[in-house]
């Protein structure tokens, strides 16, 4: 009797193994498919969403464009191989997005993603629904941790603009996770892997950016035809290659990063803390201590982010950074904002210079790089200082 379990084991596994069944693989009928969008106006949710006919119809329009899960690609110009204008734009260093590197990547990210982020990227995984807070829905094009900012025609830098992120930042924030939220860290896969896996994110973003702007079409009783989504699909890649291509460099602080480590503390640290309660606006939600208290700041308690969920600023005194915690994370944080949290940048703030009796006020002027690390200066040292005025928002 055990024998012939025993074979009958071994038999179905033969079975299972050279069946051709490959379970690190999406199986071929296997579409994207439309799933509702949740907004944010006026710090209330709404939904985007399409009834199951028009939802069919945008899949279908979508598939000659992003492929499927098991064949995953990006076309302007739908085709068997890209079209040679596509192929300079989307192969190129910032993109990478070749037929092979999206598929060797939509295999890794079934191994590894999927669970929380879901099929096509919307933040809902099996497991993602119960996670606080959810796995980033990759379709709005926002992500929170970047280093990149916007630079007009003229080479001006609009550090308040939101960027996609380069695909640099989006290695880091595979090879280091996001601490204190459920995001792993993945540097143990090697560099080609975690490489296909930044694709395979880019392509889903790609594809759920225009999802939104077709969908929001269709609702307003519009069939988009196939060169409206050839025209949006390059328009889309072509803002992400040169948006995520751009890196802020900021200027150095005055005072050298390893002295003020050495230190603890730097000299500007007053300075940075007269910032942070008075024009920073820091104060308006992490609070005059920094612990970003519901008691202080009772707004606190409802903020929600732009994908509709609820979430409270950051209890500074934890000294646990999601983007990181070297002082360049720090700085890139409170410049640039975290786009979709509420978190403004402090390129948004202006202020005045102080003015001396006798002397004209001055017109207003942004934030310079050296005050914003005086604000990078103080933050840092929030943890060791005293808890003050209520509870924690314990985040
Ligand atoms: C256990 C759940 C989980 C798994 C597995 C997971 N993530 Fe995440 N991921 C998250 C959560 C949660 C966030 C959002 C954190 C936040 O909002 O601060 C996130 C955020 C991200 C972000 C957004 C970063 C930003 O700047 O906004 C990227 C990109 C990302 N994950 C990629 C991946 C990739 C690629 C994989 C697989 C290799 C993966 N994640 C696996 C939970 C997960
Ligand atoms: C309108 C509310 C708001 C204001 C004003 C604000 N923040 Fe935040 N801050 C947030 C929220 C919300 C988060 C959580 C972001 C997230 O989802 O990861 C946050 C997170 C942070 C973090 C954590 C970054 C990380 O990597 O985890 C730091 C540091 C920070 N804020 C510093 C500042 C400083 C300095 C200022 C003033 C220049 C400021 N904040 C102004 C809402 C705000």
Redesign the pocket.
């Known amino acids: 009797m055990t024998v012939r379990i025993g074979l009958v084991g071994v038999v179905l596994s033969g079975l299972l193994i050279f069946s051709g069944c490959n379970v690190n693989e999406y199986p071929d009928y296997l579409s994207y498919e439309f799933r509702t969008h949740g907004t944010v106006v006026d710090n209330k949710r709404s939904e985007l969403t399409l009834d199951p006919d028009k939802a069919a119809q945008l899949n279908e329009l979508l598939k000659p464009h992003f492929g499927t899960p098991a064949n995953p690609v990006v076309r302007g110009t739908p085709g068997d191989d890209m079209d040679p204008d596509d192929a300079a734009l989307l192969t190129a260093p910032d993109m990478q997005l070749s037929d092979d590197a999206l598929k060797r990547g939509s295999i890794?990210?079934r191994q590894?993603?999927l669970?929380?982020?879901g099929i096509n990227g919307d933040g809902g995984g099996p497991?993602?629904q119960f996670?606080n807070?959810?796995?980033?829905d990759f379709r709005t094009g926002l992500?929170?941790?970047?280093s990149t900012a916007k630079v007009d025609d003229q080479g001006k830098v609009d550090a308040a603009a939101v960027t996609p992120?380069s695909r640099a930042d989006?290695l880091k924030?595979?090879k280091h996770g996001?601490p204190s939220?459920?995001?792993?860290a993945?540097n143990l896969l090697p560099e080609t892997d975690l490489n296909a896996?930044v694709s395979y994110?880019i392509h889903l973003s790609l594809r759920g950016q225009t999802e939104i702007a077709m969908a929001k079409r269709l609702i307003g009783g519009d069939v988009p035809s196939a060169e409206d989504i050839t025209e949006e699909v390059k328009k889309i890649a072509k803002r992400w290659q040169k948006d995520a291509s751009q890196r802020l460099i900021p200027k150095p602080p005055s005072e050298g990063w390893d002295v003020v480590a050495n230190k603890g503390r730097s000299t500007n640290w007053e300075q940075g803390r007269h910032i942070y309660l008075t024009v920073g606006g820091c104060v308006q939600c992490h609070g005059k201590d920094g612990s970003s208290s519901i008691v202080e700041v009772a707004d606190n308690a409802t903020r929600l982010d732009s994908w509709g969920h609820l979430n409270p600023p950051r209890n500074l005194h934890l000294g646990v950074y999601?983007g990181g915690s070297r002082p360049i994370d720090l700085f890139y944080r409170i410049k640039l904002g975290i786009a979709g949290s509420g978190m403004p940048a402090a390129a948004d703030f202006w202020q005045s210079e102080p003015v001396k009796p006798g002397e004209q006020p001055k017109p207003m002027r942004p934030f310079t790089d050296e005050e914003v690390w005086q604000l990078v200066d103080y933050v840092m040292n929030i943890p060791g200082q005293r808890i003050g005025g209520g509870s924690s928002a314990a985040r």
């Open positions: 890794l990210y590894h993603c669970y929380c982020h497991t993602g996670l807070p959810l796995p980033r992500f929170k941790f970047r992120p989006l924030t595979l996001i939220a459920s995001m792993p993945f896996l994110v999601r």
